[in-house]
């Protein structure tokens, strides 16, 4: 059984089609990355499997039963526009959304403990939400979207606003999860997340599911297509007509190479050039490429 | 049902414990009765004072007929007015006057009244506090008889008692219902107009108190986090319910605190002798109870509407700019409710008390002047409780589509489109 499956829908508002014909399979236990330029149709898609919008077409099943009320608390939710009540106190906030969810208050409360623990908030559990700065406000969120374990969580941009030692235990956390079983929906612009976090992907463009499928197979079946050039020296080896694309970093470039093209040509007109190569490295295309090739042309 | 009940309790918890709520439920009271006491206790203080005063008869004849006329009484049996002594046409008016002058600034009296010799020309009432006027209305009065009277002497009519021939009528308005007769002081008006702008008062409060705080999930985007738990119909419902149990709390407390100040205030204005002000006012039970089920009820209507104006904006000032859709009616009645009040039983005031948007406020303001047949009252709760459901149906299609909605604020006929939306 799938943990989400959309079959063909669609959802427009007045006269704009926000997503059009989406077909999406999540297997329960997988770490599904949902892609897609900003306006695409993510939010309308989540809204959807939330039943919160109601889609015009097609068929939403959630752990198997259509969408309904009841299926709508199987799943944990951290929306991108962050935002809690300001003047409540943390924890009996925690406890508010938690009952919300159906635990028992007294469930919700030893919970929050737990996870205020976790979170090194423990000291600020009685403070009023607006007291908290931004990266705690984002934990607290964080835990509200986890607390009453769900089996499907949701998590839009859940690194945004956090320091690398919170990204790490959030990061934990959701590992943790998917090995509880869980399935996790990541919806981020952060393709590097998406390829160290990730089982399988779906991008969206214009409504539409472009991409969608394991992540693996998918870069996959691109073929090593792309060289990672560290170097110092003139780049003028770059003009080389084996070379499709050139993506420009700090240290060096991540080249895209034309069909057919032989990598060695480049590594010798890079050397003979006179360019000092530190790294050369033959190369699946990176999931950012993969994105703006297939968001770009559509 | 759970949830509702969750939604409930925030809404009630969070909004009684703020500073707000306290001032508002607890001081205001405290200070009605404060002040209230007060001014009985001034009022009551002021006028245990005689007027301790000279007059000055430069006509001649006149300063007895006065003294006559000013035989009233304080509350505590002393004579309001106290003539220290006349002087009939003195020989020197300008040493008298200095004389009189200097006891007043000494306060050995309070005042000398100046009878001038043409009576054309106005009396005069020289006083160190001009502004007492409770007390000049029977001494005009009392002069403006002593001169009819002399004039009337004048002229050879030969009167025994001219006040009795002068004396205007008086009407006496008293109230018939089925409760008996009772003498009618203007309390009935003053009840009825009270009734009306308090319902409208507090109507209008709690429905932007409603309005505010959908807002403020909104703003603060709270909501995206609710809407994944909850229904919006719950989340409005709980809302709408939620306030409704702050403003029954509020209530309560001022009540019962109405219902000390009758008891405290009549005991203290019987104490300060003023004749029980207060407790002459008498709002029968019935006319309460109609009060509240027509504020719940018109509460119901008004914060369904503004809740849905709240969740159509995403900030407090177009939020601002389109309350007014939730407004018009309140004010509307606001601007017709004196029809009602100058007839009550009319085709129009019966029709107008009927329509569901007016009925809150003017049925209770009928009830309280004559009581209406009981079928129009049935009609108007059937009538009211049909549109609460149909104005909540509408909103709550308001409010799903309106809490998704940021940016531009929308225009009526954008909001009535929602209600299509599935």
């Not at chain 1, 599904?32 to 889609?55: C, D, E, H, S």
């Not at chain 2, 719950?234 to 001022?254: D, M, N, P, S």
Request: aromatic content about 8%; overall charge neutral.
């Amino acid at each position: 059984m799938d943990a989400i499956a959309l079959e063909n829908v669609s959802k427009s508002y007045d006269s704009v089609t926000a997503v059009s014909g989406v077909n999406l399979r999540i297997r329960q236990g997988a770490v599904l990355g949902l892609l897609g330029p900003n306006g695409a149709g993510k939010t309308t898609t989540i809204r959807m499997i939330m039943n919160i919008l109601v889609p015009d077409e097609g068929s939403i099943l959630v752990l198997g039963e259509p969408v309904s009320d009841k299926t709508r608390d199987s799943i944990g939710y951290l929306p991108e526009e962050r935002g809690l009540y300001p003047r409540m106190q943390v924890r009996s906030l925690i406890v508010f959304f938690a009952a919300l969810h159906g635990l028992s208050e007294a469930e919700a409360d030893r919970r929050a403990r737990e996870w205020l623990d976790r979170f090194e908030l423990s000291e600020w559990s009685e403070k009023k939400m607006n007291e908290l700065s931004k990266g705690m406000q984002q934990k607290v969120q964080f835990i509200i979207a986890v607390l009453h374990r769900p089996p499907i969580v949701i998590l839009d941009e859940p690194f945004s606003g956090l320091d690398p030692v919170n990204a790490a235990t959030v990061k934990d956390i959701m590992l943790e999860m998917r090995e509880q079983g869980s399935t996790i929906i990541l919806s981020t612009h952060r393709m590097e997340q998406v390829e160290k976090m990730c089982d399988s992907i779906c991008l969206i463009n214009h409504g539409r599911s472009v991409l969608d499928g394991d992540l693996r197979a998918i870069k996959h079946s691109y073929g090593k297509n792309t060289v990672d050039i560290e170097f110092t020296g003139p780049d003028g080896f770059l003009t080389n007509p084996a070379i499709a694309s050139v993506n420009r970093f700090a240290t060096g470039v991540e080249a895209k190479l034309k069909p057919g093209a032989d990598a060695q040509e480049i590594l010798k007109a890079a050397v003979e050039s006179g360019a000092q190569i530190m790294r050369f490295e033959l190369l699946e295309p990176s999931l950012n490429e993969i994105f703006i090739e297939k968001t770009s042309h559509a | 049902m759970r949830k509702i009940w969750l939604i409930i309790k925030r809404e009630y918890v969070t909004r009684v414990k703020t500073k707000g709520f306290v001032i508002g439920t607890l001081i205001v009271p405290l200070m009605g009765i404060g002040f209230t006491a007060l001014v009985i206790f001034l009022v009551g203080h002021q006028s245990n004072q005689s007027l301790r005063f000279a007059i000055v008869d430069n006509a001649g004849g006149i300063a007895p007929v006065v003294v006559g006329g000013l035989d009233m009484k304080l509350p505590s049996g002393q004579p309001t007015f106290v003539v220290t002594e006349t002087i009939d046409r003195p020989q020197s008016p300008g040493a008298v006057q200095d004389g009189l002058r200097a006891k007043v600034i000494s306060g050995a009296l309070d005042a000398y009244l100046l009878i001038p010799k043409d009576l054309s020309q106005p009396a005069e009432l020289h006083t160190k506090n001009p502004g007492n006027y409770a007390l000049f209305g029977p001494l005009t009065a009392a002069l403006d008889q002593a001169l009819v009277e002399v004039r009337l002497n004048a002229r050879g009519i030969h009167v025994d008692d001219v006040r009795d021939i002068v004396r205007g009528a008086d009407l006496q308005i008293i109230k018939v219902s089925k409760q008996g007769e009772s003498v009618e002081k203007g309390q009935t008006m003053g009840v009825a107009v009270a009734i009306v702008i308090l319902l409208y008062l507090s109507l209008l409060m709690y429905g932007i108190i409603t309005m505010r705080s959908v807002l403020e999930e909104k703003t603060t985007r709270t909501m995206e986090v609710l809407i994944s738990a909850v229904h919006p119909f719950e989340l409005l419902a709980g809302k709408i319910l939620g306030v409704a149990a702050v403003a029954f709390t509020q209530f309560f407390i001022w009540s019962l605190s109405l219902a000390l100040l009758a008891t405290y205030g009549a005991a203290l204005s019987a104490m300060a002798g003023t004749g029980a002000t207060l407790a002459s006012i008498h709002i029968p039970a019935g006319l309460l109870a109609a009060a509240g089920v027509y504020f719940f009820g018109g509460y119901f209507l008004y914060s369904a509407m503004f809740a849905a104006v709240g969740a159509a904006c995403s900030n407090e000032q177009d939020a601002a700019q389109l309350q007014w859709i939730a407004m018009a009616p309140l004010v509307f009645t606001m601007l017709i409710y004196s029809m009602v009040l100058n007839d009550p039983s009319s085709r129009a005031s019966v029709i107008l008390s009927e329509i569901p948007f007016f009925s809150p406020l003017l049925m209770p303001l009928r009830i309280s002047l004559q009581t209406p047949p009981a079928w129009q009252i049935a009609l108007s709760i059937g009538l009211l409780f049909v549109s609460i459901v149909a104005v909540i149906y509408c909103s709550a299609k308001v409010y799903r589509v309106g809490i998704l909605m940021y940016g531009k604020r929308p225009t009526l006929p954008e909001m009535v489109r929602w209600l299509r939306y599935s």
